[in-house]
């Protein structure tokens, strides 16, 4: 399994709303990432997990809440976001979160949010 | 920041091989050249990755100058399905340097 699986693939939401992105990998990998893609631009580095516990925050507001459940799991929860935080939000996995051996990214499909 | 230039587009004639440049003179001794492709709508792809030596694997090849400032990536047989945004990245190993910091990236059109 080569897979990593982001659900919902599209999501709707209202700036009142509260909801979650889900990320899931069964790679074994330890390091997992979210990353968000704005139209016609190149993906930008939102946060990183390196086992389970949160070592990059790229300055993302409050608004975005990441969480690490298990080693398999990556949740974004969403709440009180503005329209311009629609974007397309893409996770990834790698055996180890710096380069050399074992640290090519494996990309989810995304998830796509608009932001009413 | 990305310390990566790219070409904003290329073209290539299907059947024929994709030659992409990329610039990293700030490169330093710890850092990776690594290659990503999104095609249109889906997510990235990894392509391959190499330290000072050429690379190949089944999808390309990878050309690191001697000093290390540019490297090209191959595609020997570019299909139209090869069409896509291609991004050289550097990346170290360890520290700050280890993020995976996309650039503006190639737009390969591969033309039938």
């Known amino acids: 399994d080569t897979e990593v699986t982001q659900t919902p693939k599209h999501l709707v939401m209202g700036m009142t709303n509260k909801k979650s992105l889900k990320c899931e990998q069964h790679m074994g990998h330890r390091a997992m990432y979210w990353y968000k893609q704005k139209a016609k631009k190149p993906p930008e580095l939102m946060f990183v997990y390196s086992y389970e516990k949160l070592s990059i925050n790229e300055s993302v507001p409050s608004r975005f809440s990441p969480e690490c459940p298990n080693s398999s799991l990556l949740n974004l929860h969403l709440h009180a976001l503005q329209p311009e935080d629609s974007a397309l939000y893409l996770c990834?996995?790698?055996?180890?979160?710096?380069?050399?051996?074992?640290?090519?990214?494996?990309f989810g499909e995304g998830s796509r949010l608009t932001v009413l | 920041d990305a310390k990566t230039t790219q070409p904003p587009s290329m073209d290539c004639a299907e059947g024929r091989a994709a030659n992409l440049p990329c610039n990293h003179s700030t490169i330093s001794g710890n850092e990776y050249v690594y290659w990503y492709r999104q095609i249109h709508s889906q997510g990235p792809q990894y392509i391959i990755h190499g330290l000072k030596n050429n690379e190949t694997n089944e999808m390309a090849s990878l050309i690191i100058t001697e000093d290390r400032k540019s490297s090209t990536l191959i595609l020997p047989h570019a299909t139209l399905r090869d069409t896509a945004v291609y991004y050289c990245?550097?990346?170290?190993?360890?520290?700050?340097?280890?993020?995976?910091?996309f650039g503006t990236g190639t737009l390969l059109a591969v033309q039938p």
């Open positions: 990245i550097v990346r170290g190993y360890g520290g700050a340097t280890n993020k995976l910091i």
């Open positions: 990834a996995s790698s055996q180890v979160s710096g380069g050399g051996v074992g640290g090519e990214l494996f």
